[in-house]
C-alpha cells in the first residue's frame, strides 16, 4: 500500500491521508491541480498552514490572480520573492508564500543566461516583452521555471504548487512542451538564420532565398513586429536551447517519487470529468498522483430523516393533520387534526380547502377559550406548551420550512454522493479525501486551518 493511503471497505474509496502524506520526508513536492473554481488556491494553502503545523518548513507558490491567498495569511501582497507567514509553525516548522511574477521569472532567466548588454536588448524588445507578459503557455513555463529554481534551492523541504488557473486543467503539463518547442523549434531556427550570418548578407540571404515566406509573416504579422521578432531571435540565440532543457529537466522531477499530486475537484458533473480526465493523463505521463481532495462537499448530521420522509412531515404539518401522532400525546394538534377530519366527512364542507378552513376555525375557537390562561403576567405566552393558535400554527410553518430545506440538503447529498460515485467506480484505485463546505469564504489563518483539519479528516460533516 502506498503512502498516504487508508484502506476502507469495499463499497468505497480508499482514504487520502492527508497528515500522513504531510508528514512523509520523502515527500518533496505537492502539486494541487483541477478545473478552475475548484478551490486549488485554498487547498493549497491550508495544506502549507497544516505541513508547518507539523514541522515541516513549506513554501508555497500560488499563481491565483485573485491574489487571496495573501489575505487569508495576513501578508499585504505576495510577489516573485517566498515571504515568511508569521503565526505559523511549530516544532520547527515554517511557511513561506510567493506568487508568481511570470515576466519577473522570464527577466531573471535572461538576466542570469545572457550578459549585461545582451540582457538589457532582450528586455528592452518589444516582442519580447509581449511574449513575458501574455504569450500563450508562458505562465504554465514560468511555474515550471520558478518551481525548478526552488527546489535547486533546497532551502525548504516541502514545496505546494497551486497551478495556473485556465480552462483545462492539462496546460499545466502542455504548456511548457509548447513554449519549449517553440523557442527551439524550426520557426524560430528559420529566423535565427540571417543573423547568424550576419550584416547586408544576412538580409540578402534573407531577401532571395526566403521572400515568399517573409512576405507572407510580413503581411501576418506586420513589418514591424517580424523586425522585432528577428531582433528577438538573435540576441536570444545562445538561450533557446536552455529552455527546453530546463522544461525537460523540471517535466522529470514532477515524474520523481518525492512528488505527489493532488486533483483537486467540486462534486459536480464537469468538474470531476475533469479530474478524470486528468487523473488518467498523470497515469500516461508515469506521473505519482496522491489522490482526489473533493472540496466544498455537504453533510448532515441528521442523515438517518431521508428528503421523503422530511418532505411527508412537512406535509402533513401544512394540512394540518399529524398522522402519526398517538391520541393523548398531541395534544391540541390531534384535537385540530380530529377537527379536520370530521369536517371533511360532512358533506357540506365541500372542497378540501374548506375542510381546511372549517377545522381552522374550530381550532382557533378552542384555542380562544383557552387564551386567558395561558399568558404570563406581562402578556407573553407561555413556554408549557399551552400557547393561543397563533403560535402553534406558527411553529408548525417553520417546522415545516425547516423540513423543507432539510430534505433540499438532502437531495444534495444524494446528488453529490451519485456523482462521486461515478468517478470512483471509473477509478476505484484512487485515494479521496471529501472537505465539508464551510458556510462562508476563507478569508484568514483560522479559516486555512479549519480547512486543513477538514483534510486531514478525509469525510464531510456528519458523514
Not at 402578556?379 to 400554527?393: E, L
Amino acid at each position: 500500500m502506498s503512502e498516504g493511503v487508508d484502506t476502507v471497505g469495499l463499497d468505497t474509496p480508499p482514504r487520502l491521508a492527508v497528515d500522513r502524506l504531510l508528514d512523509d520526508p520523502e515527500t518533496r513536492i505537492i502539486v494541487c491541480c483541477g478545473s478552475g473554481g475548484v478551490g486549488k488556491t485554498t487547498t493549497a494553502a491550508a495544506l502549507g498552514v497544516r505541513a508547518a503545523g507539523r514541522g515541516r518548513k513549506a513554501v508555497v507558490l500560488t499563481i491565483d490572480p485573485a491574489r487571496r491567498l495573501a489575505q487569508s495569511m495576513g501578508i499585504d501582497s505576495l510577489d516573485n520573492t517566498p515571504r515568511k507567514v508569521d503565526s505559523v509553525g511549530a516544532d520547527g516548522g515554517e511557511l513561506h508564500a510567493m506568487m508568481l511574477d511570470m515576466k519577473r521569472t522570464f527577466d531573471e532567466i535572461v538576466e542570469a543566461h545572457a550578459d549585461g548588454e545582451r540582457a538589457r536588448a532582450i528586455l528592452a524588445n518589444p516582442f519580447y516583452q509581449s511574449l513575458s507578459a501574455g504569450f500563450a503557455g508562458t505562465q504554465e513555463y514560468m511555474a515550471m521555471e520558478k518551481l525548478g529554481q526552488l527546489r535547486a534551492r533546497d532551502d525548504w523541504d516541502l514545496i505546494i504548487v497551486d497551478t495556473p488557473p485556465s480552462r483545462s486543467a492539462l496546460d499545466f503539463l502542455d504548456a511548457p512542451k509548447r513554449l519549449g518547442s517553440f523557442l527551439d523549434g524550426k520557426f524560430i531556427r528559420v529566423l535565427m538564420a540571417p543573423a547568424k550570418v550576419g550584416g547586408r548578407a544576412g538580409m540578402k540571404f534573407l531577401n532571395v532565398g526566403m521572400s515568399m515566406m517573409t512576405g507572407t509573416l510580413s503581411k501576418l504579422m506586420g513589418a514591424s513586429l517580424l523586425k522585432d521578432v528577428q531582433t528577438f531571435v538573435a540576441a536570444m540565440d545562445t538561450m533557446f536551447g536552455g529552455f527546453r532543457t530546463r522544461a525537460d529537466a523540471t517535466f522529470r522531477l514532477l515524474q520523481a517519487p518525492g512528488t505527489a499530486f493532488l486533483v483537486v475537484a467540486a462534486p459536480e458533473p464537469d468538474a470531476l470529468r475533469e479530474a478524470a480526465y486528468f487523473v488518467e493523463r498523470l497515469a500516461a505521463e508515469s506521473m505519482p498522483l496522491a489522490g482526489l481532495v473533493l472540496n466544498r462537499v455537504h453533510g448532515s448530521g441528521a442523515d438517518q430523516l431521508s428528503a421523503e420522509r422530511a418532505l411527508a412531515a412537512a406535509e402533513n404539518l401544512e394540512e394540518g393533520c399529524i398522522v402519526d401522532q398517538e391520541s393523548g400525546k398531541a395534544g391540541l394538534r390531534d384535537a385540530a387534526a380530529e377537527a379536520a377530519a370530521t369536517s371533511a366527512r360532512t358533506p357540506e364542507t365541500g372542497s378540501p380547502s374548506a375542510a381546511r378552513d372549517t377545522a381552522e376555525v374550530d381550532m382557533y375557537d378552542e384555542y380562544d377559550a383557552r387564551d386567558d390562561g395561558a399568558r404570563d403576567e406581562d402578556g407573553t405566552h407561555r413556554a408549557d406548551g399551552t400557547g393561543t393558535a397563533d403560535s402553534v400554527i406558527t411553529a408548525d410553518v417553520i417546522t415545516a420550512g425547516l423540513l423543507r430545506l432539510h430534505a433540499e440538503r438532502m437531495q444534495v447529498i444524494a446528488r453529490e454522493r451519485r456523482t462521486r460515485d461515478r468517478f470512483t467506480s471509473l477509478h476505484p484505485e484512487v485515494a479521496v479525501a471529501e472537505v465539508a463546505a464551510l458556510p462562508g469564504d476563507v478569508h484568514d489563518l483560522a479559516g486555512l486551518r479549519a480547512i486543513g483539519e477538514r483534510l486531514a479528516a478525509g469525510v464531510p460533516a456528519g458523514a
